[in-house]
């Protein structure tokens, strides 16, 4: 445990740093979020008492910085000076305590605030995920559900420990975190398998920020349970779907990105597509899902040629949305999609070049009219090399389209020097879409 020496000047940081941070807390209007079931101040007042040890204002730090972050509107009431000073009296700490504590296990490397965090999650972690499994339900108990669950324990504690996990994961990156999977992936897999959304969605945020600082040979024996997790989770709320993909995809394409065929990167592609099929005006979501869908195809590759019956028909869909993002989104994977399969001699061709050619006519009303026809220029170019007679059989109904005099102009001075893209793509905007 982490103590610091009584008339020390550890000590003494700890008392002046709990005593600002108190009165500031102590000034500021509170009243409780409609949906939370506790008082989050005085969750926090305890934690910044007098006798408060490192841990304690540790964990207040950990809850009074996280306002920034959270969405949910539990901690908005945290103005940003109370945050902004959490945060710098937790600087100072770890400062204090390298200097007064740590100095027999000096890690160079290692910044001093990162030094207090790696000491910290063996005592804070396991106290945490107590705290969200308190309110968790027994699966194996048919008769345990919601009401059950927080009437047990209020699920506003198990969202205040969710808040300060996610913190003390966020301030450890690699090479450092991939040491501790042993420890934080056990709480994040207890977040995520919580009922709560908020809860659930922190628990995603750390998966997320866990599968980019770590090495996949790290993980070990949770990389099932961790991808099983993610796949669990396709069907969240709204408001925490964009950080389910997210996981989910820097996960998947981290384990397993030696194995195009693995079955995680089947189960995980069906999955998405199941549930963007019942929801395809769903724009919040298409676009979460459009914003990561590239590295897994770079993931899947030429595999992706399995999937195109349910792929491409929601992306003829998309490329006719009603937002700019989301058509660009959809060129863009379309782009990438192409490039990775060459397309074979799918059944798709005809239908893809006559979906292309409507929306460079629908672009002539959109702001980003630029940026679309040049994504659609360079796809028609890519099919064009790729697929030769068959595109050019594809193409043909629409050579005398007056509204597309520029676009084939475009693609005749391609065929001709077969240059990727053609320099009148390039004039007419950013190509691809990054």
């Known amino acids: 445990m982490l103590e610091a020496p009584p008339s020390s000047p550890l000590r003494e940081l700890l008392l002046r740093s709990s005593t600002q941070l108190s009165e500031s807390l102590a000034t500021v209007p509170y009243t409780p979020h409609r949906a939370s079931n506790i008082s989050v101040k005085a969750f926090l007042e305890p934690l910044l008492l007098p006798t408060a040890s490192v841990k304690d204002l540790a964990l207040a730090c950990a809850l009074l910085c996280s306002s920034a972050f959270d969405h949910s509107g539990i901690l908005s009431w945290i103005p940003s000076h109370l945050s902004s000073l959490a945060t710098s009296s937790f600087s100072e700490l770890s400062c204090a305590y390298l200097a007064e504590l740590g100095n027999g296990n000096r890690d160079v490397v290692v910044p001093p605030e990162k030094r207090l965090v790696l000491e910290l999650m063996?005592?804070?972690?396991?106290?945490?995920?107590?705290?969200?499994?308190?309110?968790?339900?027994?699966?194996?108990?048919?008769?345990?559900?919601?009401?059950?669950?927080?009437?047990?324990?209020?699920?506003?504690?198990?969202?205040?420990?969710?808040?300060?996990?996610?913190?003390?994961?966020?301030?450890?990156?690699?090479?450092?975190?991939?040491?501790?999977?042993?420890?934080?992936?056990?709480?994040?897999?207890?977040?995520?398998?919580?009922?709560?959304?908020?809860?659930?969605?922190?628990?995603?945020?750390?998966?997320?920020?866990?599968?980019?600082?770590?090495?996949?040979?790290?993980?070990?024996?949770?990389?099932?349970?961790?991808?099983?997790?993610?796949?669990?989770?396709?069907?969240?709320?709204?408001?925490?779907?964009?950080?389910?993909?997210?996981?989910?995809?820097?996960?998947?394409?981290?384990?397993?990105?030696?194995?195009?065929?693995?079955?995680?990167?089947?189960?995980?592609?069906?999955?998405?597509?199941?549930?963007?099929?019942?929801?395809?005006?769903?724009?919040?979501?298409?676009?979460?899902?459009?914003?990561?869908?590239?590295?897994?195809?770079?993931?899947?590759?030429?595999?992706?040629?399995?999937?195109?019956?349910?792929?491409?028909?929601?992306?003829?869909?998309?490329?006719?949305?009603?937002?700019?993002?989301?058509?660009?989104?959809?060129?863009?994977?379309?782009?990438?999609?192409?490039r990775l399969t060459w397309i074979r001699n799918s059944p798709f061709i005809a239908k893809l070049v006559d979906e292309l050619a409507v929306v460079y006519k629908e672009a002539a009303l959109r702001t980003a009219r630029e940026d679309i026809r040049a994504n659609i220029c360079q796809i028609l170019i890519l099919l064009q090399e790729s697929k030769g007679l068959h595109f050019d059989a594809a193409w043909d109904k629409h050579r005398s389209d007056p509204d597309l005099t520029t676009l084939n102009l475009s693609l005749s001075r391609s065929s001709n020097t077969k240059t990727v893209p053609s320099e009148d793509c390039l004039q007419q905007g950013s190509v691809p879409v990054q």
């Open 122 to 338: 063996p005592e804070v972690l396991p106290l945490l995920k107590e705290r969200i499994q308190e309110s968790s339900i027994n699966k194996s108990d048919e008769s345990d559900e919601f009401s059950a669950a927080s009437a047990r324990v209020p699920v506003g504690f198990a969202i205040l420990a969710a808040f300060q996990f996610r913190w003390f994961i966020t301030q450890v990156d690699y090479p450092h975190l991939g040491k501790l999977c042993g420890l934080v992936i056990p709480c994040a897999l207890t977040a995520v398998d919580h009922w709560s959304a908020v809860v659930k969605g922190q628990g995603m945020i750390s998966l997320a920020h866990i599968g980019r600082n770590v090495d996949a040979a790290e993980l070990g024996g949770y990389v099932d349970a961790v991808l099983d997790a993610c796949c669990q989770n396709t069907a969240s709320d709204d408001e925490i779907w964009h950080h389910v993909v997210e996981a989910s995809v820097v996960l998947v394409t981290l384990t397993q990105r030696s194995n195009p065929r693995s079955p995680w990167f089947e189960r995980m592609l069906n999955e998405f597509i199941s549930h963007l099929e019942r929801q395809p005006r769903n724009k919040d979501r298409r676009i979460a899902w459009l914003r990561y869908a590239d590295s897994l195809f770079n993931g899947v590759g030429l595999v992706l040629l399995a999937h195109f019956r349910r792929i491409l028909p929601l992306f003829f869909q998309w490329m006719h949305a009603d937002d700019n993002e989301t058509i660009l989104l959809v060129l863009k994977c379309t782009y990438i999609i192409l």
